[in-house]
């Protein structure tokens, strides 16, 4: 048996294979965030070609933090009862599933009007426009509003969730010195700035208990002067691992302009493989990996526990079967 094909744990799940699909947004939900038709069945087809898990594309925890006005939501029961007939769908499959929990804080196009939130008014760009820095009372409805996300994935029959802290969303904005200016318990050290996404793992872990799966997609390089380094990232993630983390998901860059400054594939390997000397929970490796040969590379050289496939699966439903 190859290693991309041999079982693998990540928390409470047994894995049949190393293969992930990762979150990848389809611009298919409709003006108020609700999943569809079309989301049964995508993510069923890919559950049928054999992966271990899916991941679901970003879902907005909140209106405001809507990354897009196509992208989906759980931030209420309704969305949530649309979402359990995806998670049921990839369930007959035979594959669990996660769903990505978001919220977009400066590069969120918030419906219905509501406030553009950042931990520092720093805007990303003229585009999206200046955000307000988070008072505590914002921080606490985020707090809560990642929980009752979490509690209403699993009361709908997802394995757990995925907290996204990569591509210059919120909680990605607090642990970057470039995005987080902050003086207060949330900001100005490294450790300060892991304070906010250090309550929201706890909130969650709290209100699901130890068996659903809990993990975070971080984006371990800013790509830029003075931001994350891999380095950096990994004592952030040995802070955050500590409360109730199962999985490391790597991947880089999207906190700053250009939006393709993101890494090269080889470089975003490299993260995952500092990332894991230094932690001792899975780590998820993503970026460029097409092949059997990569995946087999990847795992064989230590560089990861597991491998995400992205937009091969896009095209190729079945990629997992005939890599």
């Given at each position: 048996?190859?290693?991309?094909?041999?079982?693998?744990?990540?928390?409470?799940?047994?894995?049949?294979?190393?293969?992930i699909?990762?979150?990848?947004?389809?611009?298919?939900g409709?003006?108020?965030?609700?999943a569809?038709d079309?989301?049964?069945?995508?993510y069923?087809?890919?559950?049928?070609?054999?992966?271990?898990?899916v991941?679901?594309?970003?879902?907005?925890?909140?209106?405001?933090?809507?990354?897009m006005?196509?992208?989906?939501?759980?931030?209420s029961?309704?969305h949530?009862?649309?979402?359990?007939?995806?998670?049921?769908?990839?369930?007959?499959?035979?594959?669990?599933?996660?769903?990505?929990?978001?919220?977009?804080?400066?590069?969120?196009?918030?419906?219905?009007?509501?406030?553009?939130?950042?931990?520092?008014?720093?805007?990303?760009?003229?585009?999206?426009?200046m955000?307000?820095?988070?008072?505590?009372?914002?921080?606490?409805?985020?707090?809560?509003d990642f929980?009752?996300?979490?509690?209403?994935?699993?009361?709908?029959?997802?394995?757990?969730v995925e907290?996204?802290?990569?591509?210059?969303?919120?909680?990605?904005?607090?642990?970057?010195?470039?995005?987080?200016?902050?003086?207060?318990?949330?900001g100005?050290?490294?450790?300060?700035?892991?304070?906010l996404?250090?309550?929201?793992?706890?909130?969650?872990?709290?209100?699901?208990?130890?068996?659903?799966?809990?993990?975070?997609?971080?984006?371990?390089?800013?790509?830029?002067e003075?931001?994350?380094?891999?380095?950096?990232?990994?004592?952030?993630?040995?802070?955050?691992?500590?409360?109730?983390?199962?999985?490391?998901?790597?991947?880089?860059?999207?906190?700053?302009?250009?939006?393709?400054?993101?890494?090269?594939p080889?470089?975003?390997?490299?993260?995952a493989?500092?990332?894991r000397?230094?932690?001792?929970?899975?780590?998820?490796a993503?970026g460029g990996?097409?092949?059997l040969?990569?995946?087999?590379?990847?795992?064989?050289?230590?560089?990861?526990?597991?491998?995400?496939?992205?937009?091969?699966l896009?095209?190729?439903?079945?990629?997992?079967r005939i890599?």
């Amino acid at each position: 048996m190859t290693l991309a094909f041999s079982p693998g744990r990540i928390g409470s799940l047994t894995l049949a294979n190393r293969i992930i699909m990762p979150p990848m947004q389809r611009y298919e939900g409709t003006a108020e965030g609700f999943a569809t038709d079309y989301h049964v069945n995508h993510y069923a087809r890919r559950a049928r070609g054999g992966v271990g898990l899916v991941i679901l594309e970003s879902t907005a925890i909140s209106p405001e933090g809507r990354l897009m006005s196509d992208d989906i939501g759980i931030f209420s029961d309704a969305h949530a009862l649309m979402l359990s007939r995806v998670a049921a769908a990839i369930r007959a499959e035979g594959v669990p599933a996660l769903v990505q929990l978001s919220h977009g804080g400066r590069k969120s196009r918030p419906h219905g009007g509501g406030p553009l939130l950042a931990p520092s008014a720093i805007a990303y760009d003229d585009r999206y426009g200046m955000p307000r820095a988070m008072t505590e009372a914002d921080i606490g409805k985020l707090v809560s509003d990642f929980r009752l996300a979490a509690r209403r994935a699993v009361n709908g029959g997802f394995a757990g969730v995925e907290l996204h802290a990569a591509h210059g969303y919120l909680l990605h904005q607090f642990l970057s010195p470039l995005s987080n200016l902050r003086d207060d318990e949330y900001g100005g050290d490294e450790a300060r700035r892991a304070a906010l996404p250090a309550r929201i793992i706890r909130a969650v872990r709290e209100e699901l208990g130890p068996k659903p799966v809990v993990t975070m997609r971080i984006s371990a390089s800013d790509n830029a002067e003075g931001g994350l380094t891999p380095e950096m990232a990994a004592r952030a993630l040995s802070r955050l691992a500590g409360h109730g983390l199962d999985a490391v998901h790597v991947s880089s860059g999207g906190l700053v302009p250009p939006a393709a400054q993101t890494m090269s594939p080889v470089e975003s390997l490299a993260c995952a493989q500092v990332l894991r000397a230094a932690l001792s929970i899975p780590i998820i490796a993503v970026g460029g990996i097409k092949s059997l040969a990569d995946v087999e590379a990847i795992l064989s050289a230590g560089k990861a526990d597991f491998v995400a496939i992205g937009r091969p699966l896009l095209i190729y439903p079945d990629l997992s079967r005939i890599l």
